[in-house]
């Protein structure tokens, strides 16, 4: 059974940067579509930003210019990233990793908190 688990959320102060990781426990290659979605408190989950398996990427608005997705190359593990830069307030959230495969995976979160 495929899963996916999140790492390096945490706590930041506004303008700092932080990376995400998710690693599948099969090829990312695996999945027609990888994305990060995050859910904040009273909120419902958005998503911030996917990754195809072309390698094709797009943005929420809200992120552009700030986030970038990325997946290691095929040699280097299975991992997909989610570099946050410029971070604000309003991105503190539970980060979410998705993946298409035959069946719709998640991992289980991973706390970001954007706070001075």
């Known amino acids: 059974q495929m899963r996916l688990v999140e790492s390096g959320g945490g706590l930041v102060q506004p303008g700092g940067s932080l990376r995400l990781s998710c690693t599948a426990s099969g090829s990312i290659f695996s999945f027609k579509v990888m994305a990060w979605y995050r859910q904040a408190p009273g909120k419902e989950r958005e998503l911030v930003a996917r990754?195809?398996?072309?390698?094709?990427?797009?943005?929420a608005e809200s992120v552009k210019g700030r986030f970038s997705i990325s997946r290691a190359n095929p040699r280097a593990g299975n991992t997909m990233y989610l570099q946050m830069n410029s971070l604000k307030p309003d991105d503190t959230a539970v980060y979410y990793c998705y993946g298409a495969f035959s069946v719709d995976v998640w991992g289980q979160g991973t706390q970001v908190t954007v706070s001075s």
């Open positions: 990754i195809t398996a072309g390698g094709a990427t797009d943005y």
